[in-house]
């Protein structure tokens, strides 16, 4: 592991994000943060990044997330370091770490303390800092100047399950780019408060079947369209919600305390069922990524849910296929 990265590094370098990690401590050291997961999946040719990756001797018989991760550096030149998430986020990151490494990009880590403490979460924050090359001063402002933002996506969710004026498209889409705010925090929020007055002014959304979206965010790049079309519409997108960090902290290390996505399951179930109860959720759709661990969560979450729940499994990235098609269908109608 290098510390002092940013030294090696001049100010707006771009640096590449295997998940959502302490962003502010990036930001705060002058670096641009990218996403590899949204730079992957937004690409034309994230079908072709996979076979490459495949090519290239990665197995078949791991999660094309990280397949794609892996091709879309070589695409990419100018990120010319990665930080990696080796605990709290996909078993595949480590290996995926070392066979960049040996590609001569720059690697650090930063880790999610399991189980969860919050003295060893402020100690890798500590360590995440000097890696970086910035100081908690730096940070906290960086986290204050992000706050303002994180409370606009949360005005966004509630307009798509308050009032419908959000689609869940949109809603997923916004969310999920506040892992790295597209890697310019104000250019961000300027668009998100032009979208936020424009939405504001629409009408009201029918009612429809409610849906809530649970598991890690589909790799299908056509489900919220598809389930609109059968009368359904998503209110709850777990995941993405959860990378906008909604708590509303003002500690650093208590806002990634409660971050539920790379902890254990239960702080996770008692966060849907939360957004059961608020949002009025009339069914789940829990989404599974083939040869991920966390297809192994799918019993508890059936167990512990009081809703009923679709187990919906995706592969590589492209539209939704016949099977998907007609299962999301079933389930539409056995709720309506």
């Known amino acids: 592991m290098r510390r002092g990265l940013s030294h090696d590094l001049p100010p707006g370098s771009r640096v590449g994000l295997t998940t959502t990690i302490p962003v502010e401590v990036v930001l705060a050291a002058g670096l641009v943060p990218v996403d ?8 034309p040719h994230a079908l072709e990044w996979v076979a490459e990756a495949e090519a290239e001797g990665l197995p078949r018989t791991i ?18 370091a990665v930080i990696a998430a080796c605990q709290g986020d996909c078993s595949y990151t480590q290996a995926l770490g070392e066979l960049l490494a040996s590609r001569g990009v720059a690697v650090l880590h930063f880790n999610y303390p399991y189980p969860r403490q919050r003295a060893r979460l402020a100690r890798e924050l500590a360590e995440f800092m000097a890696q970086v090359g910035t100081e908690p001063g730096a ?11 994180r409370q606009a996506l949360a005005e ?41 007055q424009a939405a504001a002014a629409r009408p009201p959304s029918p009612e429809g079947v409610r849906l809530g979206l649970i598991g890690i965010p589909p790799i299908f790049t056509d489900l919220w369209e598809h389930l609109e079309e059968l009368g359904a519409r998503v209110v709850f997108n777990e995941i993405p919600r959860q990378f906008s960090l909604p708590g509303g902290h003002a500690d650093l290390t208590e806002q990634y305390y409660h971050y539920t996505y790379p902890y254990d399951i239960t702080l996770r179930l008692r966060d849907i069922a939360r957004a059961v109860t608020q949002r009025r959720l009339q069914g789940l759709i829990h989404y599974t990524q083939s040869f991920c661990f966390r297809q192994m969560y799918d019993r508890l979450l059936r167990e ?29 109608d056995v709720l309506r």
């Open 304 to 332: 512990k849910l009081r809703v009923p729940l679709l187990t919906l499994e995706g592969d590589r990235p492209g539209p939704l296929d016949s099977r998907s098609r007609m299962r999301l269908e079933a389930f539409v």
């Open 139 to 149: 940070v906290a402002a960086m986290q204050a100047k992000l706050a303002p933002i």
């Open 36 to 43: 590899l997961n949204n730079l992957f999946i937004a690409s």
């Open 156 to 196: 966004l969710d509630r307009l798509t399950w308050e009032t419908g004026q959000v689609s869940g498209r949109e809603n997923f889409l916004w969310l999920i780019a506040s892992s790295d705010f597209e890697g310019h925090p104000d250019a961000f929020a300027a668009r998100l408060t032009a979208f936020l």
């Open 63 to 80: 999660c094309a997330w990280i397949k794609g991760i892996y091709a879309a550096l070589g695409h990419h030149p100018e990120i010319c």
